[in-house]
């Protein structure tokens, strides 16, 4: 079956970075898109970055333009998110999700078929 393991969350101060990694396994990973939302307390989910299959392809919130870098390791079957210049409104729980329709990234949860359990990442002001 179909999963999604991430790691990498944790504490840390504003300013600094964190990665995170994203292990997929029970489908052909190299084939689609795979991104990475959030959800901080009592709100809503929200899209951070997306990456199409074979990497060429990357779309950001403009919450984390230019501080987040989606990337992936095809040969590995993992995708990453580094993030530098982190805020305390970074702070959530971190997902990665998985897009098994052929196409263009989307930046819409509902449209991706599997998730990961999530990693807390805590910034502190």
């Known amino acids: 079956q179909v999963q999604l393991v991430e790691s990498g969350g944790g504490l840390v101060q504003a300013g600094g970075s964190l990665r995170l990694s994203c292990v997929a396994s029970g489908y052909t990973f190299r084939s689609y898109a795979i991104g990475w939302f959030r959800q901080a307390p009592w709100k809503e989910r929200e899209f951070v970055a997306t990456i199409n299959w074979s990497g060429d392809s990357r779309y950001y919130a403009d919450s984390v333009k230019g501080r987040f870098t989606i990337s992936r390791d095809n040969a590995k079957n993992t995708a990453y998110l580094q993030m530098n210049s982190l805020k305390p409104e970074d702070t959530a729980v971190y997902y990665c999700?998985?897009?098994?329709?052929?196409?263009?990234?989307?930046?819409?949860?509902?449209?991706?078929?599997?998730w990961g359990q999530g990693t807390q990442v805590t910034v502190s002001s």
């Open positions: 999700a998985a897009d098994l329709t052929p196409g263009i990234p989307t930046m819409t949860g509902g449209f991706y078929d599997y």
